[in-house]
């Protein structure tokens, strides 16, 4: 926190108004279902991206992070698609987003520090996108993060920043996660409506940890798979007849299949996400019932599922998911957007180093780059920090 601060005066020449944060997330399960109108359950995490801001007088957007890039300046008025270049581009195009809505928004200064791990599929995006509106309202008092209500509107905001300015077609899971997420919590998110259920996940009392697996492997989302994997849904809905893959209910999934059989792109694409919708709905159940090993067996099917039939997967991922259920995990998934980012894994406390230990040297083996972990705890969503 002190470094964001300390980065704003060194960069701008003077203290900041004020300190906002947003955090990253993991989705526990229900991947790739979000832009198809389905339900998504991410939690939050301590990790965090830092805005500190200073409002501006001139209707210019001064921004600098402590990842690099030095500063990008760009008036208010010409923020645009792919305007203002690189990083900034998240960053502003919230202020541009928030100005679309109609919302008075003024030229700012903005400095950012960030513990989310970039690229790594843990959302730093939304993070820096969640740090940047949480300033944004507070500084020209839009009360945005008054309560879970004022706060969806915002994600709505920051997922249309991230589509329209930064040019990456995702989902609203992310900012979801990153504004209304709850200390404690994941929340069950329908994309089709934006509801939001806080559901408790507490994994200490049943003597389990959600181990993170940052395989350091390339992610890089606004690349052509997304995209595709994306239209090819599209197509499938078209040709079902129904808006999304959403209206597929798990109990027509066979028959559903069984017209696209002609083509094997839509058949499988369409086998992911109508099973991973009921695979979320599950896996709340399972939680609410204290049925753990259930939840295990759940993100290993969802792991499976992305892996043969929504093939998003890559060979750092599946060595991650099957070494760690091979020293004792519950269960593993990869989470995010896949080809690379990081996989998720419930291991009982006392097998958590033996779990590490194992993924460490396959990957050894294997001669890919050194992965990283962390235990991941569900932390509250954005806020003022100071
Ligand atoms: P993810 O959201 O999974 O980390 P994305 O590709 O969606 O990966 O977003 C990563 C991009 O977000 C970076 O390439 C950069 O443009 C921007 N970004 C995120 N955090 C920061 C930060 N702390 N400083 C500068 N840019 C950042
Ligand atoms: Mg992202």
């Given at each position: 926190m002190s470094a964001v601060t300390d980065h704003f005066l060194a960069v701008f020449g003077e203290d900041p108004e004020g300190v906002w944060e947003s955090p990253g997330r993991v989705n526990l399960i229900g991947e790739h279902t979000?832009?198809?109108?389905?339900?998504?359950?991410?939690?939050?995490?301590?990790?965090?991206?830092?805005?500190?801001?200073?409002?501006?007088?001139?209707?210019l957007v001064r921004l600098s992070s402590t990842a690099g890039g030095g500063v990008t300046e760009v008036a208010l008025h010409d923020i645009a698609p792919g305007v203002p270049d690189g990083w900034g581009r998240y960053a502003a195009g919230v202020l541009w987003a928030l100005r679309e809505a109609g919302h008075l928004v003024g030229g700012i200064d903005v400095a950012i520090d960030s513990t989310v791990p970039i690229g790594a599929g843990l959302s730093s995006s939304a993070a820096l996108e969640g740090a940047v509106a949480a300033a944004a309202s507070d500084l020209f008092g839009l009360g945005l993060l008054a309560d879970d209500g004022t706060r969806a509107t915002l994600a709505a905001l920051c997922q249309k920043a991230e589509n329209v300015i930064a040019g990456a077609p995702t989902g609203g899971m992310d900012q979801a996660a990153s504004l209304r997420c709850t200390a404690g919590h994941a929340i069950l998110l329908d994309c089709r409506n934006g509801h939001v259920s806080q559901i408790p996940f507490e994994l200490e009392q049943h003597g389990l940890v959600l181990l993170v697996i940052d395989t350091r492997a390339e992610h890089e989302l606004s690349d052509g798979q997304y995209g595709k994997r994306r239209s090819a849904c599209e197509r499938a809905a078209?040709?079902?007849?129904?808006a999304s893959l959403r209206d597929v209910p798990y109990s027509h999934l066979a028959d559903a299949?069984?017209?696209?059989?002609?083509?094997?792109?839509?058949?499988?694409?369409?086998?992911?996400?109508?099973?991973e919708i009921q695979r979320v709905r599950d896996t709340v159940e399972a939680l609410e019932d204290g049925e753990l090993a259930e939840v295990g067996l759940l993100f290993t099917a969802s792991h499976l599922s992305l892996r043969d039939d929504f093939e998003v997967s890559c060979d750092e991922l599946d060595l991650a998911v099957d070494t760690a259920i091979e020293a004792g995990a519950l269960g593993a998934r990869m989470t995010g957007g896949g080809f690379g980012g990081s996989a998720i894994a419930l291991v009982p406390s006392r097998?958590?180093?033996?779990?590490?230990?194992?993924?460490?040297?396959?990957?050894?083996?294997?001669?890919?780059?050194?992965?990283?972990?962390?235990?991941a705890t569900p932390a509250g969503g954005a806020r003022r920090t100071q």
């Open positions: 979000d832009y198809n109108d389905g339900l998504v359950l991410p939690i939050a995490l301590p990790q965090r991206t830092y805005a500190a801001a200073r409002r501006r007088a001139d209707g078209k040709e079902l007849g129904v299949l069984h017209r696209l059989e002609h083509d094997p792109e839509l058949f499988k694409r369409t086998q992911h996400v109508v099973s097998l958590v180093p033996g779990v590490e230990m194992a993924v460490l040297s396959a990957y050894e083996h294997h001669g890919f780059t050194k992965p990283a972990f962390f235990r």
